[in-house]
């Protein structure tokens, strides 16, 4: 903390708009029209081996407690190139890897409305 | 003549009242046959629509049966009463006549669908959690039976058979199992092993002789003759699709209903964007039709003439339809986004279909693809008439 507050105080400002640059270029990424198409998405497609829910079905459940121990890198990588021999298939031809990223963040979020 | 009098003032009183009656009955719908009825999955809302497939209109909703992703239902034999099978493992009881839940259980933690069996008595639960059947009284929805699989194996392809059996496929251990309850409550089992990786869903003949469960871990099928049990299990079509890359499969396809046509019959591959044909004498491979994409239903229209099929994400705003006379694609449709099922009326004249991201179910004319209607649903998947109430394995 200390060490933060010795900062000059130009490298904090450059520091928190590189943040806010950031933050505003991932936002840009994925449009408002597909957040919507990819949160129905989730629920529905996902839902059909998941559970609407999220409570498991043929696939396992989805809820934030059970995607704890896992990384996000993980999870993009079982939605991206799916599971080898089991059901969960690679869905890569059809979600982009930050469109992953978005949905594992609803997910650990329960999927608050937007 | 005092007495004839008497007698007129106390019929004349009866016919009022009875008339008094009918119109009571007949504005709760009471008063009418179930025949041209049905039900429409609301998978998100927990709802059912009660509709109508002559007027082509909604009767009712009924509110209040859980989760319905994967929500399916039978029938009781005076197809009066729809069972629906919910995700959340909820057994739900429904009066289509007076448009109302009459009950309503949670059975397990996670279920998959039902049957009932011949005799209509009971109502058997594919569970996913924990796993095995559960078999309960129609009337009352009491559990009167609890058939545990193997370490809680998820079981799938749960259908009836003649002489109060219900056939069942095991996911994890690729088993299927035979339940008979024709003795009473305590079911004779009968346990067929290794039939195959991961069967994913499973059909019955409507003769009730053949079930079949379609594999997902490996090409082929799982056939057996109930006719003939001592032969045991013998795989169909093990090499459909050897050697070629599978494509990802988005939804697993569904192999409700028995789609033949004259010798023909159709199935949809796994992993390939092909309807696969055999001889349904033979059972060997005659033919496969390329289609728009990963088939979910591969459907034979009521009369055989034409198989109608749709197809997984991304390609779920797509339907087509097989003539089976030579084989060729005579119609693509698109209904729009999230076409997740078709029901045809009992002679097949109009197909219904629900179009889930749409927020409808339309209604074609089946002759000449023709939208003749559509209704308002929240998010609609499964439709159930209740002319299933007096077929084998549905």
């Known amino acids: 903390m200390m060490l933060h507050l010795k900062r000059p105080f130009a490298q904090c400002v450059k520091a928190l708009c590189g943040v806010l640059i950031f933050c505003g270029a991932a936002q840009a990424e994925i449009a408002q029209d597909r957040k919507a198409e990819l949160l129905n998405f989730l629920e529905q497609d996902c839902g059909s081996c998941h559970g609407l829910k999220r409570t498991g079905g043929l696939g396992s459940p989805l809820l934030p407690e059970r995607l704890e121990a896992m990384e996000d890198e993980t999870l993009a990588d079982i939605i991206l190139n ?4 089991t059901a969960m ?12 990223y978005f949905l594992i963040k609803q997910l650990r979020d329960g999927l608050k409305k937007q | 003549m005092k007495f004839f009098k008497h007698l007129k003032k106390i019929s004349t009183a009866g016919l009022f009242g009875s008339a008094l009656l009918l119109s009571a009955c007949a504005s709760d719908g009471l008063v009418r046959g179930t025949g041209d009825m049905g039900i429409v ?3 998100a809302t927990g709802s059912v629509l009660v509709v109508d497939n002559t007027k082509d209109q909604t009767i009712t909703r009924v509110n209040g049966l859980g989760d319905l992703s994967h929500a399916s239902a039978v029938y009781s034999r005076d197809a009066r009463y729809a069972y629906v099978f919910g995700r959340d493992g909820g057994l739900s009881k429904v ?12 059975q397990g933690g996670n279920s998959i669908g039902g049957a009932i069996s011949q005799d209509g008595k009971l109502v058997a639960v594919s569970n996913y959690e924990p796993g095995g059947v559960r078999v309960f009284d129609a009337k009352t929805l009491e559990m009167v039976a609890d058939i545990p699989a193997n370490d809680g194996s998820k079981t799938v392809g749960l259908a009836d058979a003649p002489g109060n059996i219900f056939m069942v496929s095991l996911w994890n251990d690729g088993e299927i199992w035979k339940l008979d309850f024709s003795k009473g409550l305590t079911p004779a089992i009968t346990k067929f092993k290794d039939i195959g990786t991961n069967p994913y869903d499973a059909l019955i003949s409507p003769d009730g002789r053949y079930y079949v469960a379609g594999l997902f ?18 795989r169909i079509l093990d090499h459909y699709g ?19 046509a004259g010798d023909l019959m159709f199935l949809p591959a796994v992993g390939h964007h092909e309807l696969l044909v055999l001889d349904k004498n033979t059972w060997k491979e005659v033919g496969r039709i390329p289609v728009h994409g990963q088939p979910v239903f591969a459907m034979a229209q009521p009369g055989g003439k034409r198989i109608w099929v749709n197809f997984s994400v991304p390609k779920n705003d797509t339907v087509q339809v097989i003539d089976v006379q030579n084989l060729k694609i005579i119609k693509t449709m698109k209904p729009g986004k999230g076409v997740l099922h078709m029901e045809f009326t009992p002679r097949g ?25 559509s209704i308002e649903a929240t998010k609609p998947s499964g439709i159930f008439f209740t002319d299933r109430a007096h077929k084998i394995g549905l």
């Open chain 2, 217 to 234: 871990g490996e090409d082929g099928l799982a056939k057996l003759d109930l006719w003939n049990e001592a032969k045991g299990v013998e």
């Open chain 2, 242 to 260: 050897k050697g070629e890359q599978k494509l990802p499969v988005y939804k697993m396809p569904h192999l409700e209903g028995w789609a033949v």
């Open chain 1, 82 to 85: 799916g599971i080898p021999e």
């Open chain 2, 95 to 106: 009066d289509i006549l007076k448009g109302e839940l009459v009950k309503r259980v949670i």
């Open chain 1, 89 to 100: 298939p690679p869905w890569k031809a059809i979600i982009a890897e930050e469109e992953a």
């Open chain 2, 349 to 373: 004249e109009k197909v219904w279909m629900s179009v889930r991201d749409e927020n409808r179910v339309d209604i074609y004319r089946t002759d000449d693809f023709e939208k003749v209607g």
């Open chain 2, 41 to 43: 999955i609301e998978r």
